[in-house]
Antibody, heavy 117, light 107 residues
Framework: QVQLVESGGGVVQPGRSLRLSCAAS????????MHWVRQAPGKGLEWVAV????????DYAASVKGRFTISRDNSRNMLFLQMNSLGTDDTAFYYC??????????WGQGALVTVSS | SYELTQPPSVSVSPGQTAFITCSGD??????ASWYQQQPGQSPVLVIY???RRPSGIPERFSGSNSGNTATLTIRGTQAMDEADYYC??????????FGPGTRVTVL
């Protein structure tokens, strides 16, 4: 069965960086696009970034463009999100999600990122 | 930017039918998807491409599209269906947009 397991969350000071990872299993990782979606505590869902199966296409939400970088390693079935210049508005649960056409068909359990001094 | 609107809350009695609406410009042409998120859990896809149900999702969940509105219908609502429900669509350009979510309460 499809499994997505995020790691790398934690508490970080404003202006610092953090890298999230997502380990994928149960499907042919190299054949599917992948997303990051976040959810501030008690709030709704916000799409963050997408990467195509072959890394040729990447796109970002306006709120993170220029600060966050999505990447993947198909040889290790891993998805990453490098987050720089973090602000308090970036505090959220970050989910990796498998792409299927225009929707997200499987989600990880989420990694909590808290930006606080 | 593209926006989706949902009612903040819907209440339904056990065994009755719940209707959750999602509105957006030409949403009927954008293949809305729906996600269920129970407290403390990750979202789960329950409807995609407007009216398709992933394997493992009960038949009581169905979706429909018309004009600017997509509707998630839960027939024979059960206590386990109490959750937040989010609609989602692609804006036709680059962004994936979520609605603000609807809290379904089974009274």
């Amino acid at each position: 069965q499809v499994q997505l397991v995020e790691s790398g969350g934690g508490v970080v000071q404003p202006g610092r960086s953090l890298r999230l990872s997502c380990a994928a299993s149960g499907f042919t990782f190299s054949s599917f696009g992948m997303h990051w979606v976040r959810q501030a505590p008690g709030k709704g869902l916000e799409w963050v970034a997408v990467i195509s199966y072959d890394t040729n296409y990447k796109d970002y939400a306006a709120s993170v463009k220029g600060r966050f970088t999505i990447s993947r390693d198909n040889s290790r079935n891993m998805l990453f999100l490098q987050m720089n210049s973090l602000g308090t508005d970036d505090t959220a649960f970050y989910y990796c999600a498998k792409a299927s056409a225009r929707e997200f068909d499987y989600w990880g359990q989420g990694a909590l990122v808290t930006v606080s001094s | 930017s593209y926006e989706l609107t949902q009612p903040p809350s819907v209440s339904v009695s056990p065994g009755q039918t719940a209707f959750i609406t999602c509105s957006g410009d030409q949403l009927g042409f954008r293949y809305a998807s729906w996600y269920q998120q129970q407290p403390g859990q990750s979202p789960v896809l329950v409807i995609y491409q407007g009216n398709r149900r992933p394997s493992g999702i009960p038949e009581r969940f169905s979706g429909s599209n018309s004009g600017n509105t997509a509707t998630l219908t839960i027939r024979g609502t059960q206590a386990m269906d109490e959750a937040d429900y989010y609609c989602q669509a692609w804006d036709g350009s680059t962004a994936y947009v979520f609605g603000p979510g609807t809290r379904v309460t089974v009274l």
